[in-house]
């Protein structure tokens, strides 16, 4: 996958082609990403991919987002849109990875996922049950972060062997990983050590789905 860096200097050729060649800045595509110009320069030092923003971006400028990320020729983009990936997007909801969002409803949009995608996904059947959502919080740092997206399968409930779900508790809807206990509790435990492990019971809690992938694996 290109870094942030490669990502930027497209952006730039691309904005260049409407200003008469002009010479384009990093604060011409903060600006045309819709990024403050200081959240800006610490997602490029970071090499952190603001994809919400990308995919916004992508779809204004109706450019495939396999291009951005992959550096696809123009000649196998053409191949490839012969068959398109979509998830549904839920831009609206949050899954926290801190205080607790209230809510997993909201307005519904499609959004093309790259190829490469699919396999990490469960393969092109699994995508009927996939949703993307946003990350927001610190909780689950280094493995989710703030505006992360990430995908839930919603068919995969099942936490007794554990692993990363989003989960509704009584203080709101979370992205945590999840880990029975020999008692029969659950660990609901957060990847930032900063942050306790919480002990619930299986009626305390309402599995949404594994969270299968973000923009890169999950552990």
Known sequence: MNSFSSIVEEIKNII???????KVFDKDVADALGIA???FATMKKRNKIPYVELLDFCARKSISINWMLYSQSPESL??????LYM??????????????SQT?????????????FVSMLGGEKALKDIEAVNV?????????SY???VFINRSKTNIDRGGVFTIRTQGGLFIKRVQKRLDGKFDIISDNDIYTTQILQANE?????RVVSRFGEVD
């Open 16 to 22: 260049s082609t409407h200003i008469n060649g002009k």
């Open 136 to 144: 927001t919080g610190d909780s689950m740092e280094p493995t989710f």
């Open 37 to 39: 110009q200081m959240n």
């Open 147 to 149: 505006n992360d997206i």
């Open 104 to 116: 997993d409803e909201g307005d519904v949009s499609d959004i093309q996922i790259p190829e490469e």
């Open 87 to 100: 998830v549904k997007f839920l831009g609206d909801v949050n899954v926290s990875a801190g205080g607790g």
């Open 205 to 209: 809690l309402e599995v949404i789905g």
């Open 78 to 83: 053409v191949e490839a849109t012969n068959k």
